[in-house]
């Protein structure tokens, strides 16, 4: 589910390619996704919506998102993560963010406490001399800095990790994965389920 078009800006940061500006970056996800195997079975929408239980589409949108089993949700929207936590849904929500400049990824998730875990870590990590982040924009950043290896290391590690736990049998739990310059001076990666 996402909204947005594909913009050249985002070329240097995704695998889409220059022929794909200007289409739905879901459309082209679903034919990334076709073209791997054609049984996979992906349903696409629209963005979904912070919306509050008065809102009479409420109950069609929980029950939209109670077919799953897992819900990633890659933003840092405050109010997409408040109203995910009050609809207590079956399956388990999965929140994914980089930092600016890929320095973290964050994996939170709970039951009924995402927002407020996912604010105290953010504001833990993020650096003291700038806007702390930018709530229900979707950025850290307005001028996000990073490219496309320095997301793909950290998503793909981050992607592994949670697969690892469930071929084990293992609940996901929150957890961090931090950048980190080696004294050999070589780039590592730490994860660190104390968040």
Request: charged residues 20%; glycine residues 6%; proline residues 3%.
């Given at each position: ?30 034919h990334t996704g076709f073209r791997l195997s054609p049984f996979v ?14 809102n009479p589409y409420y109950d069609n949108e929980k029950q939209k ?131």
């Amino acid at each position: 589910s996402d909204s947005e078009l594909i913009e050249p800006g985002n070329m240097c940061r995704s695998q889409f390619s220059f022929n794909a500006t200007g289409y739905y970056k879901v459309m082209e996800m679903y034919h990334t996704g076709f073209r791997l195997s054609p049984f996979v079975d992906i349903t696409i929408t629209e963005n979904v919506k912070p919306i509050i239980k008065d809102n009479p589409y409420y109950d069609n949108e929980k029950q939209k998102l109670n077919q799953f089993d897992f819900i990633f949700d890659c933003t840092t929207n405050k109010f997409l993560s408040i109203m995910l936590d009050r609809m207590e849904l079956r399956g388990q929500v999965i929140n994914l963010s980089i930092t600016n400049g890929a320095q973290h990824m964050t994996v939170v998730t709970g039951r009924g406490n995402i927002h407020t875990a996912k604010s105290t870590l953010y504001n833990k990590i993020a650096p003291k001399q700038q806007e702390r982040f930018f709530v229900a924009t979707g950025c850290w950043h307005p001028t996000f800095q990073a490219s496309y290896s320095d997301i793909g290391v950290l998503l793909h590690y981050c992607l592994n990790e949670i697969n690892l736990r469930l071929s084990k049998g293992l609940d996901v739990s929150s957890f961090l994965i931090e950048r980190i310059l080696n004294e050999s001076n070589s780039l590592g990666y730490e994860i660190s389920y104390s968040v």
